[in-house]
Nanobody, 123 residues
Framework: VQLQASGGGLAQAGGSLRLSCAAS????????MGWFRQAPGKEREFVAS????????KFTDSVKGRFTISRDNAKNTVYLQMNALKPEDTAVYYC?????????????????WGKGTLVTVSS
């Protein structure tokens, strides 16, 4: 199983970035997908999740109204659209796959992880 995240980079505060995570080696539609992030010196934290069908999403409070998560099961890809970025969004962002239908905010229960992509937001 491979989860390949991309789209990270440098953005100014107030700007936007779109992360993508392409999955292979698994039946993508059988997994909920999540995005997590880890800032230097901090624990990995939940950002967003989407259920298997894409009909339901969840977000951590700090990104509600700014981030959206979506998926394309035909392309085996999940996206994280990040708008109105803030310096505190700076972190390595990871995508993860989860066998539950709805998705989970607990990083310890994820089944597969991708390598992270760095997002840096300058003030």
């Amino acid at each position: 199983v491979q989860l390949q995240a991309s789209g990270g980079g440098l953005a100014q505060a107030g700007g936007s970035l779109r992360l993508s995570c392409a999955a292979s080696g698994l039946t993508f539609s059988n997994y909920a997908m999540g995005w997590f992030r880890q800032a230097p010196g901090k624990e990995r934290e939940f950002v967003a999740s989407i259920n298997r069908s894409g009909s339901s999403t969840k977000f951590t409070d700090s990104v509600k109204g700014r981030f959206t998560i979506s998926r394309d099961n035909a392309k085996n890809t999940v996206y994280l659209q990040m708008n109105a970025l803030k310096p505190e969004d700076t972190a390595v962002y990871y995508c993860a796959a989860d066998r539950t239908y709805s998705g989970s905010s607990n990083y310890k229960t994820m089944d597969y992880w991708g390598k992270g992509t760095l997002v840096t937001v300058s003030s």
